[in-house]
């Protein structure tokens, strides 16, 4: 049997990536019900934000409890961990992840030299309660990579530059980091970053990994919380319509919208620090991914997807697109690893 399958209870060796608001119960219970893993990530199923952190994980509470009544499948929950004391907001989303019995959790870990690994304060509770971890840092390295083995977490995601979201610090490509991490370790590893169709699938796969990562083929489907008019912009655009900008600690990616000409302006006229501060201002956080990409105000957010966004052009529906991913997936396939 595939072992990120048996690591982690479902079907198939597809995850759903986490995404800051782009996430609730209906859309994730599609990615389980299909018989991938579906993940809560960070303000699953809401549309502002709170600044009190028993409120942020309440909601998460009913958040995971609406995705309870719509499948029997296991789900994950993210868990921020920030590298060194994990921030009060995620210590107490651990804390319902644990009472309501949550299977699996995504730790979105940061990966940075003196920062390697699970957060000491996540990692006791969650081996203590069974929980299984898979771990997807921002920065992905070999030494990273080894001390999450090492700490017991389940599977490892190694991200390529080619993702949306957060991009990694470091720019290596998802066919690089993949083989790289591959031959560091022993735990079963997924590849994130580029994986929109059946081709860059099965090249993930052949290149050693046994399960794929999907962002942004899935902001393309019925079940996702995106805009409409953004679903629609995403499926006719293609890689060579994002430009690239620098926000603090890392880049991100956009499709074209008012706010992203400004950080462009930035970019182009400022110095690296600079450019970060200016930005951070700007970006609001991942306020101005809400903004963009729920609300769909293509004046004043951003639309956030990876290179990928040139392989498909169709809106589906979830288990459609798992399955089409997924098509070319056989055990037996010939592997280089
Ligand atoms: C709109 C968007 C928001 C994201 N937000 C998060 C996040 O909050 N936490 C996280 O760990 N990853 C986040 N990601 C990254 C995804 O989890 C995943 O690694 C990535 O989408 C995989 O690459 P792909 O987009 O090429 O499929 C986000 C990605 C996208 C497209």
Redo the contacts with the bound molecule.
């Keep these: 049997m595939n072992r990120v399958c048996e690591a982690l209870g479902i079907e198939k060796p597809f995850i759903q990536?986490?995404?800051?608001?782009?996430t609730n119960a209906e859309f994730v219970a599609a990615v389980s019900n299909a018989g991938g893993l579906g993940i809560l990530?960070?303000n699953a199923g809401q549309t502002e934000l709170t600044p009190d952190p028993v409120e942020t994980a309440e909601r998460m509470r009913r958040e995971i409890r609406k995705t309870r009544e719509m499948t029997e499948k296991p789900f994950a929950v993210?868990l921020?961990g920030n590298g060194n004391s994990t921030s009060v907001f995620t210590m107490k989303i651990l804390d319902v992840v644990i009472e309501e019995k949550v299977p699996v959790v995504?730790i979105?870990s940061y990966g940075f030299p003196g920062m390697l690994g699970i957060d000491k304060d996540l990692l006791k509770p969650l081996k203590e309660n069974k929980i299984k971890m898979v771990v997807?840092s921002i920065l992905p390295s070999v030494e990273d990579a080894k001390v999450v083995e090492e700490q017991g977490a389940d599977v490892y995601?190694a991200?390529g530059f080619?993702?949306?979201?957060?991009l990694p610090p470091r720019i290596i490509g998802s066919f690089s980091i993949l083989p790289m991490i591959k031959d560091a370790i022993h735990i079963p590893i997924c590849l994130?970053?580029?994986?929109?169709d059946v081709r860059t699938a099965n090249a993930a796969f052949v290149l050693g990994a046994e399960g794929i990562?999907?962002?942004?083929?899935?902001?393309c489907t019925d079940e996702c919380p995106v805009a409409p008019n953004v679903k629609e912009l995403i499926a006719r655009s293609g890689a060579t319509d994002l430009e690239i900008f620098r926000v603090a600690p890392s880049y991100y990616r956009s499709l074209p919208t008012k706010l992203r000409d400004k950080l462009m302006e930035n970019e182009h006229s400022l110095n690296r620090d600079q450019t970060y501060e200016a930005n951070k201002k700007l970006m609001g956080g991942?306020g101005g991914?809400r903004i963009g990409?729920l609300e769909g105000d293509l004046e004043n957010g951003y639309v956030?997807?990876?290179?990928?966004v040139s392989l498909f052009d169709k809106i589906m529906p979830v288990k459609d697109v798992v399955d089409e991913l997924l098509s070319g997936y056989n055990e037996g396939m010939i592997k280089f690893s």
């Design positions: 990536g986490a995404m800051s608001w782009i990530g960070p993210t921020i995504l979105n997807r995601v991200t080619d993702e949306g979201g957060t994130a970053g580029g994986i929109a990562y999907v962002g942004t083929r899935l902001l991942t991914m990409m956030s997807v990876g290179n990928g």
